[in-house]
């Protein structure tokens, strides 16, 4: 986590993902430093399981879409048999554990 200073702007951004069965949209909260629009900012992704890769990808994504650079995503435990690495192809991917 990191300071930031000075005034911080807030929008919403749509994102569709897929569900097993169908799909859900949620608008999601973006904030970023009003003055530092020029900086292309630097992401790791983390998040605690990689099952399906919906949610890894969808952050991803999330984070291009404002501007940022996915710099690699990290994941505690993977879960292989549900071959969720094969949606995160063309990011750098690392996981503890391996399932």
Same mark, same amino acid.
């Given at each position: 986590m990191r300071s930031l200073r000075g005034p911080v702007e807030t929008r919403t951004v749509p994102r569709t993902r897929g569900l097993v069965g169908g799909s859900a949209e949620r608008?999601?909260?973006? @904030? @970023?430093?009003?003055?530092?629009?020029?900086?292309?900012?630097?992401?790791?992704?983390?998040?605690?399981?990689?099952?399906?890769?919906?949610?890894?990808?969808?952050? %991803? @994504?999330?984070?291009?879409?404002?501007?940022?650079?996915?710099?690699?995503? %990290?994941?505690?435990?993977?879960?292989?048999?549900l071959h969720g690495r094969d949606q995160l192809v063309g990011h750098d991917l690392f996981t503890l554990i391996r399932y």
């Open positions: 608008l999601m909260g973006v @904030s @970023s430093p009003a003055t530092d629009t020029s900086r292309v900012h630097r992401v790791l992704v983390v998040d605690d399981v990689l099952a399906t890769g919906g949610t890894a990808k969808a952050a %991803a @994504s999330l984070v291009e879409r404002i501007g940022g650079k996915v710099c690699g995503i %990290a994941c505690l435990i993977e879960l292989g048999f």
